[in-house]
């Protein structure tokens, strides 16, 4: 934008001109390309520190006692391993995401505050230092589950201080993008881009953003009470000054439970991209889509509790939180039944974007299965704290999110190097990812039903065989991104020249309006929409 | 079919019954439960998942049906519909519709679990870093009162007893002392905790509760058969959180009210007789009991603790400054730090617990701290 106020006449240069080289240009950066670049290497880095200390947990886990770890640094690597993969990772890859496409999905320039962008990225990486650093404060890290339960939280040692802290500035920077996108889709889409004809990538966004506005806050709070109680005297925490631990479990899964949302919806924007794209067909329900999605996004702040059946509450309230958990099946059903009918008497191929895409379908509904599973109170009380909700959540978290956001990655790509990415390695990386993962996790639904708890160093010898495997099967999967790293990497150094539009189907703006690789600066003049 | 064609299948056959014999070995599902609410648990369980199931496969049997059948190199054009209101109520209701079949059954047995009242045996359950300590509050055996830890020995854990761990059945699923209560009785669970928040939690009774600090929840279970049944803490409570089990011993009523008998004149036999003078080696040989089920955890058998965690009791200025600051610490816990309060245990215990620290390791204060010295600092 910037560069066209100067240079109203230099249109055809805007590709390369004006921008700052060297280091400085992705410092000071206000460009919402960079941005988004910046924020998907680093979601990656994340992702590889939070890899790393899965390893040692997986690693630790391989065989009945300790051998590799001590029970505090265990502790503090499950704490650590959640923090860093939740706010360092996926939310911070989707917000990548959001960058790039959301201005040239709705014939934007850019994002509305370009210098808020800036800084939305600017404080991940200290927050990122302060949880790594964490680990060398004397006592080491905090060892108190990524949940940071009071009063546990309250008696760590100085690391959970930085964590504290690292929460906050993440929530800063959260709120400060979410700002940003809201006001974007709301304010700047070229003329006839009506709300309801938006990709519903930005519909996600712009649910998302809300999400994000109305909960971090709140974790804030949450994080803040704990730091008053650990220095300043107070007691919100303490049942001796008056104050109630389970108190800090309602705000922080008051919180808890649309983060869920905030990294799931935005991965169902994704899949809703991609599928409709590979089955040459349109999205199948559009408007319902975005009600279920909108309903999601409503139901999520009504259910927190049912996190939390067996911290005892009133009878009362836990039938009313089963029944408010149940009905989300219903709107997530209707999605999950769309994609299903988008595919259906469609002209599909099955390049990796749309294989990442059904992987995402087939494995995000097996974790919606075991999540309804887990919604019925009386079993909740036998699964809660075993590993089948950690096996619950990550199919929800790796092969919904995550699966999701390698889909993204193929898919746009090409729009983003102007360069192919290697078909055949792409297809060995979405294979060797889809069967470690269910060698990883599916086995973990075992030892939670034969009870299993989870954040145990050490375990009773019947449960020896499943964690073997599940140990094998964490390796197998982690090795495989670093295919994934190679992959990226040689599509940018020496990929083929990609088309303007690479997929048949693929029908948004970006596609449709914009050269491949997509210029520095994109819809200077909006297009028009019909 | 030809003989040959049987052999096959027949050896087919062999090779699966065998390979399902051998699964046998890995536990698929939940553990068999003892209880009748358990069963009902278990049903639920069941019900669900085999709908959820169902659900799977229709699902997916149309989308892999689109992935064979409507793929563009079988030659499959792309149909354009995108909307139908009529499928779209459709799949709104009949989900809606089977949710709600499912609430009704799962909201009885909910009732169910949480109706504590009228139990036969209540037994207070405390949660500890890193121990369960019980009460038993009413019912046969009222007044009995113990701490049960881990058992399994440290050996078996760290790897230098490999062989014994593999010989041991119960690795890390064994305690000192056993929860006993009688089969068929309703026993009532209320959890609290000293420190941070546990649970009390064992599978085959189908019971799992939060034992928060400061408060008090209740679950309750009625065994259906004798037996010993193990369970774990399962809420992070800190560095010890995977060794805290739980083991609840399950007997006959004429058993049970004989081990009532016998614990009942173990504790009259125990009791300390409060004007007896406690000579310093007594107390120092008491107090290495007691550092060893309280203390040893984080300050270490060394009393050097770990280094940046958990202090060394070794050289220390407190350990070796007066005693009654000492004292004090130790009753009260230190605010902000794993250091909790020890009030519950005895002034004897408390006593001989300070007087070992002060004169063991390098700390040479020759002092012995007399039971009324803790009474009086309360």
Redesign the interface.
């Known amino acids: 934008m910037e560069a066209a106020h100067a240079h109203p006449h230099d249109h055809g240069h805007d590709d390369h001109a004006h921008k700052p080289s060297g280091i400085m240009r992705w410092v000071k950066s206000t460009n919402h390309k960079d941005i988004g670049t910046m924020y998907l290497w680093f979601s990656f880095t994340m992702f590889l520190v939070g890899g790393i200390m899965a390893l040692i947990i997986r690693s630790e886990l391989f065989q009945p006692g300790l051998q590799i770890v001590k029970p505090e640094f265990f502790n503090s690597m499950t704490t650590y391993h959640g923090l860093i993969m939740v706010f360092g990772a996926i939310m911070p890859a989707f917000v990548g995401f959001a960058n790039w496409l959301i201005p040239m999905q709705i014939g934007a320039p850019d994002m509305a505050f370009p210098r808020m962008n800036n800084l939305s990225f600017w404080l991940l990486p200290p927050a990122a230092l302060l949880l790594i650093t964490a680990q060398f404060m004397p006592g080491g890290g905090a060892g108190v589950g990524w949940t940071l339960y009071a009063p546990l939280s309250t008696q760590a040692g100085p690391a959970m201080d930085l964590t504290i802290f690292a929460v906050h500035i993440l929530g800063m920077s959260s709120i400060m993008g979410s700002i940003n996108i809201i006001t974007t889709i709301l304010n700047m889409r070229a003329p006839g881009m009506a709300l309801m004809k938006m990709p519903l990538f930005c519909w996600t966004w712009l649910i998302t953003a809300y999400l994000l506005v109305a909960v971090m806050p709140v974790l804030a709070g949450a994080v803040t009470m704990t730091l008053t109680d650990r220095h300043f005297g107070t007691h919100f925490f303490n049942a001796a000054g008056g104050g109630d631990p389970v108190l800090y479990q309602h705000i922080f899964w008051f919180f808890g439970h649309p983060e869920v949302y905030i990294i799931a919806i935005p991965a169902f924007g994704v899949v809703s991209q991609v599928i409709p794209a590979f089955s040459r067909k349109p999205l199948f329900g559009y408007a319902s889509m975005v009600y279920a999605t909108a309903s999601i996004a409503i139901l999520s702040f009504m259910v927190w509790a049912h996190h939390m059946y067996t911290a005892g509450m009133p009878v009362e309230a836990q039938l009313y939180f089963m029944y408010a958990t149940v009905l989300i099946a219903v709107p997530t059903g209707v999605k999950v039944f769309n994609w299903v009918a988008t595919m259906w008497r469609g002209s599909l191929t099955f390049e990796t974007p749309m294989l990442f895409a059904l992987g995402f379908l087939f494995l995000f509904t097996l974790g919606g299965f075991t999540g309804l599973v887990l919604s019925i109170t009386p079993v909740d009380v036998q699964l809660h704290d075993t590993y089948y909700v950690v096996a619950h959540f990550h199919y929800v978290m790796v092969a919904g999110a995550l699966f999701s956001a390698f889909a993204g990655i193929y898919f746009w790509l090409p729009k983003w190097t102007g360069r192919m990415y290697n078909e055949t390695l792409g297809k060995w990386h979405f294979w060797l990812s889809l069967i470690f993962f269910n060698v990883t996790f599916f086995v973990q639904h075992f030892l939670g039903l034969a009870g299993m708890p989870r954040r145990i160093p050490d375990y009773a010898l019947q449960f020896a065989e499943f964690n073997a495997i599940s140990s094998i099967g964490a390796w197998g999967f982690g090795l495989s991104q670093l295919l994934f790293l190679y992959i990226v990497i040689k599509t940018i150094t020496s990929g083929e020249k990609a088309a303007d539009r690479p997929w048949e189907g693929a029908d948004s703006l970006e596609w449709t309006h914009l050269p491949t690789p997509a210029p520095y600066h994109s819809f200077e003049t909006p297009p028009v929409v019909k | 079919m030809s003989i040959k064609g049987f052999k096959k299948l027949a050896a087919a056959g062999a090779l699966f019954f065998w390979s399902v014999a051998a699964w046998a ?7 068999t439960p003892h209880t009748l609410l358990g069963e ?2 278990y049903d ?2 069941t019900i ?2 085999v709908i ?1 199931f169902i ?2 496969i229709g ?2 049997g ?2 892999f049906y ?2 064979f059948k ?4 079988v030659g ?9 209101t009529t ?2 109520i459709a ?2 209701v009949i ?2 519709i089977i ?1 709600i079949a ?2 009704v059954p ?2 009885g ?3 169910a ?2 109706d504590t009242s009228e139990p036969d045996l209540t037994i207070k359950a405390t949660g500890y870093q890193w121990k369960w300590g019980y009460d038993y509050l009413k019912g046969e055996g009222e007044g009995i009162s113990f701490y049960s830890m881990l058992s399994t020995p440290r050996a ?4 230098t007893d ?1 062989a014994g ?2 010989a ?6 064994e305690t000192d002392n056993h929860v006993v209560v009688p089969v068929g009785k309703k026993i009532r669970i209320l959890t609290t905790a000293a ?3 546990h ?1 009390w ?1 064992v ?1 085959a009774l ?5 034992a ?4 008090i ?1 209740d679950t309750w279970f009625k065994a259906e058969k004798p037996g010993i049944y ?14 805290m089990p739980i083991v609840v011993e399950v007997m006959e009523p004429a058993k049970y009210t004989a081990w009532v008998g016998a614990q009942q004149k173990k504790v009259a036999a125990a009791k300390v007789d409060p004007n007896k003078t406690w000579t310093p080696e007594d107390l120092k040989a008491h107090g290495e009991k007691v550092y060893a089920q309280n203390c040893v955890a984080c300050h270490q058998a060394t009393g050097m603790g ?4 958990f202090p060394a009791l070794s050289g220390s200025k407190v350990v070796n400054g007066p005693k009654a600051d000492q004292i004090r610490l130790v009753l009260n816990g230190k605010q ?3 250091m909790n309060a020890f009030k519950h245990l005895s002034d004897v215990d408390l006593a001989a617990v300070v007087t070992y620290t002060r004169n063991n390791w390098n700390n040479k204060t020759g002092e012995a701290i007399a039971p009324a010295d803790v009474k009086a600092l309360r």
Request: proline letters at 5%; hydrophobic letters at 45%; aromatic letters at 10%.
């Open positions: 070995e890995y536990k698929l599902n939940l553990q009902k648990i639920l369980h669900i998942t959820c659900i799977f699902v997916f149309f989308m689109a992935v409507h793929r563009k190199s499959h054009k792309a149909a354009q519909f995108h909307e139908s499928v779209e799949w709104t989900p809606f949710l499912l609430a799962a909201t047995t909910l009732v679990m949480r078996q854990i760290d790897g490999v761990r593999n041991n059945p119960h690795y890390l699923l420190d941070v928040i649970a939690y599978p189908a019971v799992k509760q939060d928060v600090p400061g408060f929840r193990r369970g774990q803490c399962a809420e992070l409570c800190g560095k010890e959180h995977g060794f770990v280094p940046g965690a902000g730090t794993a």
